[in-house]
């Protein structure tokens, strides 16, 4: 029973198929291209001028006009801050520029004073102070050359070289 129900199936498929290939399309696809507006074409005409003048060519002369990389030398006397070579490979930054921060100031009638930070230290330096002689504030041998509390600059002489440090 499940035989004949499964060929009975099998065979209405097949003819729904076959019957439904056979069938016309009844699709008319119609574009109508009447509407369609085309784009006014302008002919060229030939210029008619007898007195035309034949184009002159004129050769130019190319110059170099490219500049020169900088030497090393102008390059390295340009540069204030950081590595003292910029051509070199590894960083040469000192000291003071790593552990030394300026935070602040104090004018009074008497002296003037930077609050800065050195080393996990922070405390007051006047034009006075010397780093390793009288004050921890510092790296040995740097010395105080000049506070401005005005302008917010602070000047310190270190290893023959000033550093100017602002607010």
Known sequence: MFKNF??????????GILLSSCAGK????????????????KKLKPSTKKNSVPLIVEKEEIKNKLVNYKKKSEVLNLVKFGKKDPFSE??????????????????????????????????TITETSIGGV??????????????????????????????????
């Open 26 to 41: 009844k699709e008319n696809f119609d574009i109508d291209l009447s509407n369609l507006k085309l784009p006014k074409t």
């Open 90 to 123: 590894g960083s040469q930054v000192n000291k003071l520029n790593l552990n030394f921060k300026l935070t602040g100031f104090l004018n009074t009638n008497n002296n003037k004073y930077a609050f800065v930070r050195y080393l996990n230290n922070k405390g």
């Open 6 to 15: 499964f060929l009975n199936i099998i065979w209405t498929s097949l003819l």
């Open 134 to 167: 009288n004050t921890n504030l510092l790296p040995n041998g740097a010395k105080v050359i000049n506070i401005d509390p005005k302008n917010t600059k602070l000047t310190i002489k270190f290893e023959n070289e000033d550093f100017i440090f602002e607010l």
